[in-house]
């Protein structure tokens, strides 16, 4: 017989207001799951929503979905604000802060009522992200 598999246990979240905030592009499975959840939603994932990605994951869905989602999410509250949404989004995709520049480019187009989809595809689509990625191979 097969042993019970075990729920994946989450990293411990890191002492600090924005501790553990940057995402972790080349992370895999439940690290760069809680990577993101704390750079987009400013709290880990529950057991629940780990497994779902656990197993959307398993079906196809790419890591890309779950920026995607993470950033559609109804249920994240502190990114209201165009200057949050860009951090961020930099922070869950780039694994860093946005340099002033890219605030300035960004945030106006937000404020003007640009969808964040809008960032969020830009950045998942960019050349930096390539090269990152890129290197975690």
């Not at 002033?100 to 960019?126: F, I, K, M, N, Y």
Request: net charge positive; hydrophobic share 35%.
């Amino acid at each position: 017989p097969q042993p019970p598999t075990q729920p994946p246990t989450l990293p411990p979240p890191e002492a600090g207001p924005g501790a553990g905030a940057l995402g972790k592009p080349c992370a895999e499975g439940a690290a760069y799951t809680v990577a993101l959840y704390r750079s987009a939603m400013d709290r880990d994932p529950t057991q629940e929503e780990m497994g779902r990605w656990r197993e959307a994951i398993r079906m196809g869905h790419t890591k890309d979905d779950l920026v995607r989602a993470a950033f559609s999410s109804p249920y994240n509250a502190r990114n209201r604000k165009p200057k949050g949404i860009v951090r961020d989004a930099y922070q869950a995709i780039l694994g860093r802060e946005p340099t002033p520049a890219e605030s300035a480019q960004w945030v106006p187009r937000l404020e003007s009522g640009e969808s964040r989809d809008t960032l969020v595809e830009a950045l998942l689509a960019c050349e930096e992200r390539r090269r990152i990625l890129a290197a975690c191979r």
